[in-house]
């Protein structure tokens, strides 16, 4: 088989792997963004609020899938990296296997726990609380297109091809975003048709990998027979992939507490923190996609041996990491009150928002210099490092969130100035762990 990333200049490799996945990551916040800006114009403020409340909630359980199929994707890469493509072929048909069992359990853990978890744990606001259980109530009925899309897409990337996901999401992007326009819009669905729409482009995105890959992949045509049950193969998943989801899970729980802070100064404040969300999340766009892109590299890179090919491909990573977060990072400060006015926010939320954007325009340039090292580490079968540098990192930042939304100097800012420490942390245990090279040693999972 041939070793897409183990030969060449290192950033070459990693720059064409990259920038799909970060394409297609823009496209998701993109139809996000859309999303939630026709929620807002053609539904209601309080509309805006009850979908923007979900998320939090909502990531937690995905993270289930991109956790787990990240843990696939590592052990396929490094089977993949070592030419060995029987055991590419058998821990990838377990994965589906693993990936859609869990994609209908969490289907209904999400049904069920939706009102207690957004009454009591969330602490949504009474005037929105029917509306968000609807929504999401609606999109839990997407989580089993959204577990099989999830582990069709990492065993792509296991084998090299970003590039196929893109085109996915470009055309599960501008479906929701017609279907969102067409059930919200004209038909007055209001938060019951954008999580139908979701359901829907997710079920497209589904079928549309599974049928890409199938017919591009003789490797990965499987029958129905071909979909065991094997204990060692799902544990190897479970090995690399548990750590991550965990590493997601606690993160999303942190953000959970961080969004009761939000409720708790009133729906205006709701509203302004989902804007001030969606599109802080195109700052963290270029670090998420190198670290997806350095688990393939190292993975690819260790299975065939080369260790000092991985180390050259994070300094490299770095730099091109930084640069693009900084555009993006004057991109956000310069044109915020023109984003935030497609939002259709009041003028009290609009005044929150700018102020949200233009802290983490600064803050977030520290995340591109720590969270791409994560991949290296979850390539190199160390995965639960960045769980425990997540935890901590996101478990400062709800503590100091807790202790100073109340206070006379940060007052209700900390919401979005809780990053300078919870990063700042993040970025000094990252980088010692990593100059250490403790995380080379057990790195060859294929060979346990």
């Known amino acids: 088989?041939?070793?897409?990333?183990?030969?060449?200049?290192?950033?070459k490799h990693i720059l064409k792997f990259s920038l799909p996945v970060l394409a297609g990551s823009l496209l998701q916040q993109l139809y996000n963004t859309v999303d939630a800006m026709i929620v807002g114009k053609y539904a209601s403020e309080a509309a805006?609020?009850?979908?923007?409340?979900?998320?939090?909630?909502?990531?937690?359980?995905?993270?289930?899938?991109?956790g787990f199929s990240a843990g696939n994707g590592v052990v396929v890469a490094q089977h993949y990296g070592a030419g060995e493509s029987d055991k590419v072929r058998a821990n990838a048909s377990t994965g589906i296997l693993f990936l859609l069992l869990l994609g209908v359990l969490f289907t209904v853990i999400g049904l069920v726990a939706a009102?207690?978890?957004?009454?009591?744990?969330?602490?949504?606001?009474?005037?929105?609380?029917?509306q968000t259980l609807l929504y999401f109530r609606i999109f839990s009925l997407g989580f089993v297109f959204s577990y099989g899309?999830?582990?069709?897409?990492?065993?792509?990337?296991?084998?090299?091809?970003?590039?196929?996901?893109?085109?996915?999401?470009?055309?599960?992007?501008?479906?929701?975003?017609?279907?969102?326009?067409?059930?919200?819009?004209?038909?007055?669905?209001?938060?019951?048709g954008a999580a139908i729409a979701t359901v829907i482009?997710?079920?497209?995105?589904?079928?549309?990998?599974?049928?890409?890959?199938?017919?591009?992949?003789?490797?990965?045509?499987?029958?129905?027979?071909?979909?065991?049950?094997?204990?060692?193969?799902?544990?190897?998943?479970?090995?690399?992939?548990?750590p991550i989801s965990l590493?997601?899970?606690?993160?999303?729980?942190?953000?959970?507490?961080?969004?009761?802070?939000?409720?708790?100064?009133?729906?205006?404040?709701?509203?302004?923190?989902?804007?001030g969300q969606r599109i802080e999340m195109y700052l963290n766009l270029p670090?998420?996609?190198?670290?997806?892109?350095?688990?393939?590299?190292?993975?690819?890179?260790?299975?065939?041996?080369?260790?000092?090919?991985?180390?050259?491909?994070?300094?490299?990573?770095?730099?091109?990491?930084?640069?693009m977060t900084l555009v993006i990072s004057a991109c956000v400060w310069g044109f915020a009150p023109n984003l935030i006015?497609?939002?259709?926010?009041?003028?009290?939320?609009?005044?929150?928002?700018?102020?949200?954007?233009?802290?983490?325009?600064?803050i977030n340039v520290v995340l591109s210099m720590y969270i791409p090292l994560f991949g290296v580490f979850q390539g190199a079968n160390h995965s639960a490092f960045p769980m425990y540098v997540a935890c901590g990192a996101l478990g400062t930042r709800v503590i100091i969130v807790y202790l100073l939304r109340y206070s006379a100097f940060f007052g209700y800012t900390i919401i979005w100035w809780n990053g300078i420490f919870g990063f700042g942390m993040g970025f000094l245990i990252t980088w010692t762990f990593y100059l250490s090279g403790i995380w080379k040693k057990n790195a060859m999972l294929t060979k346990n």
């Open 149 to 192: 899309y999830n582990i069709f897409s990492s065993i792509l990337r296991a084998v090299g091809d970003s590039a196929a996901t893109l085109y996915f999401l470009l055309v599960s992007s501008v479906l929701n975003i017609v279907l969102d326009y067409v059930l919200v819009k004209i038909y007055h669905e209001g938060v019951a």
């Open 48 to 66: 805006l609020s009850a979908v923007g409340t979900t998320g939090s909630f909502a990531f937690m359980l995905v993270a289930i899938a991109i």
């Open 115 to 130: 009102g207690p978890a957004f009454k009591y744990l969330i602490d949504v606001p009474d005037e929105i609380l029917d």
């Open 1 to 11: 088989m041939k070793k897409t990333m183990t030969e060449g200049t290192p950033w």
């Open 341 to 362: 006015d497609l939002f259709g926010l009041s003028d009290e939320a609009a005044g929150y928002c700018l102020q949200h954007l233009r802290a983490v325009a600064l």
């Open 247 to 275: 590493q997601m899970i606690v993160v999303s729980a942190g953000l959970t507490f961080i969004q009761r802070a939000v409720n708790g100064f009133g729906k205006v404040m709701t509203a302004s923190f989902t804007v």
């Open 287 to 323: 670090c998420n996609a190198f670290q997806t892109t350095l688990a393939t590299y190292t993975g690819q890179n260790i299975g065939a041996g080369k260790m000092e090919r991985v180390k050259s491909g994070v300094r490299q990573t770095f730099v091109i990491s930084i640069l």
């Open 201 to 242: 482009s997710q079920a497209v995105s589904f079928f549309a990998a599974y049928v890409y890959m199938s017919v591009r992949y003789p490797i990965f045509r499987f029958k129905l027979s071909d979909y065991k049950w094997d204990s060692g193969l799902v544990a190897k998943t479970v090995k690399v992939g548990f």
